[in-house]
C-alpha cells in the first residue's frame, strides 16, 4: 500500500507560481508512475501531468507553464506551476500507478488527498 500526502498549494495571485510536493511512503516509489490531476466543483477530475522513468506528460492546457519532476531518493514527485490564471483553481491531487497508462484515471491505483491551489484574478 502506498500512501500520498501533497503539499504546497495556497492563494496565489494570477502570474504567480507554486510548487506542489506529493511525498510517497509505503513502496517502491521509483516504480511507479506519478501523475497529477486536478478537480473543480461540479466537474470532472482531469489529467494535469505524469511522469514515468524520463518520460514526462503534459495536458495541453499547462504545457509551457508547469513543470513536473521526481526525486526519488525522497520519494516525492514536484509540480512546479508558473504563469498561474484563474482556471487553475482546483484541488490538486496526486497519484501513483504501476503501469503507465498516465492520462487515464482510473488506471491509478493510489491517490493522495488532495491540495487547494486559488489563483486571484
Known amino acids: 500500500q502506498v500512501q500520498l500526502v501533497e503539499s504546497g498549494g495556497g492563494l496565489v495571485q494570477a502570474g504567480g507560481s507554486l510548487r506542489l510536493s506529493c511525498a510517497a511512503s509505503?513502496?517502491?516509489?521509483?516504480?511507479?508512475?506519478m501523475g497529477w490531476f486536478r478537480q473543480t466543483p461540479g466537474k470532472e477530475r482531469e489529467f494535469v501531468a505524469a511522469?514515468?522513468?524520463?518520460?514526462?506528460r503534459y495536458a495541453e492546457f499547462v504545457k509551457g507553464r508547469f513543470t513536473i519532476s521526481r526525486d526519488n531518493t525522497k520519494s516525492t514527485v514536484y509540480l512546479q506551476m508558473n504563469s498561474l490564471k484563474p482556471e487553475d483553481t482546483a484541488v490538486y491531487y496526486c497519484?501513483?500507478?504501476?503501469?503507465?497508462?498516465?492520462?487515464?484515471?482510473?488506471?491509478?491505483?493510489?491517490w493522495g488527498q488532495g491540495t487547494q491551489v486559488t489563483v486571484s484574478s
Open positions: 497519484a501513483a500507478q504501476r503501469g503507465n497508462d498516465v492520462y487515464t484515471e482510473g488506471r491509478y491505483d493510489f
Open positions: 509505503g513502496g517502491t516509489f521509483s516504480s511507479y508512475a
Open positions: 511522469i514515468y522513468w524520463t518520460i514526462r
